[in-house]
């Protein structure tokens, strides 16, 4: 079973920048796809991005398309996300997993936090 372990939130102000890491506890996610989904206070948890195994292609929520960027190193069994331009409304634990299009197949990891102050 693939644990997912996430890191790289914080606090930031809205327009700035950061960038997520994901790696892998256990066995290694080399060869499935990967995505990042998020869930604010309140809110069901929902799809941020996705990326192949080989890395192309890459799909993004419409909420974050030209904003964030999906990619993986998978000589180091890690998936990230760069996250641009951040708004207050990007506020959220966020988390990766397995995905089978833009659903979650695998286990959940502890997330990471990122806040966006205004």
């Known amino acids: 079973q693939v644990q997912p372990v996430e890191s790289g939130g914080g606090l930031v102000q809205a327009g700035g920048s950061l960038s997520l890491s994901c790696q892998a506890s256990g066995r290694t996610f080399s060869g499935y796809p990967m995505g990042w989904f998020r869930q604010a206070p309140g809110k069901e948890r929902e799809f941020v991005a996705a990326i192949s195994w080989s890395g192309s292609p890459t799909y993004y929520a419409d909420s974050v398309k030209g904003r964030f960027t999906i990619s993986r190193d998978n000589t180091k069994n890690t998936v990230y996300l760069q996250m641009n331009s951040l708004k207050p409304e990007d506020t959220s634990v966020y988390y990766c997993?397995?995905?089978?299009?833009?659903?979650?197949?695998?286990?959940w990891g502890k997330g990471t936090l990122v806040t966006v102050s205004s």
């Open positions: 997993n397995r995905v089978l299009g833009t659903t979650a197949m695998g286990s």
